[in-house]
């Protein structure tokens, strides 16, 4: 299973991108697939989830501006990322969890790393002020 994020970049505050998590090995849709980022010095920390029946989870910080969806004919999940702010700068990291249409209900579990089996190598976001 490959996971490749792609779509980061330098953007001024206030600006928009598109990351792209394209998988190979696994059927996206039938796998739930998360994003996560590591600011410099932090923790890596939960930004956004999508489930295969569609469910989706978000972090409080980017609700209303983050949103994931899923291109089954590309075999990829997306992030659109708007009203960027600098304090969303880091490395962004598509992740995919292992189980086949997980029933789990929790959210707590989309939102643990833990959860995730297969990660990508990752892209930087840059939100200049």
């Known amino acids: 299973v490959q996971l490749q994020a792609s779509g980061g970049g330098l953007v001024q505050a206030g600006g928009s991108l598109r990351l792209s998590c394209a998988a190979s090995?696994?059927?996206?849709?039938?796998?739930?697939v998360g994003w996560f980022r590591q600011a410099p010095g932090k923790e890596r920390e939960f930004v956004a989830a999508i489930r295969p029946g569609g469910t989706k989870y978000y972090t409080d910080s980017v609700k209303g501006r983050f949103a994931i969806s899923r291109d089954n004919a590309k075999n990829s999940v997306n992030l659109q990322m708007d009203s960027l702010k600098p304090e969303d700068t880091a490395v962004y990291y598509c992740?995919?969890?292992?189980?086949?249409?997980?029933?789990?209900?929790?959210?707590?579990?989309?939102?643990?790393?833990?959860?995730?089996?297969?990660w990508g190598q990752g892209t930087q976001v840059t939100v200049s002020s």
């Open positions: 992740a995919l969890d292992n189980l086949f249409w997980s029933s789990v209900q929790d959210a707590t579990y989309y939102g643990d790393r833990r959860t995730y089996d297969y």
């Open positions: 090995g696994r059927q996206v849709f039938n796998y739930a």
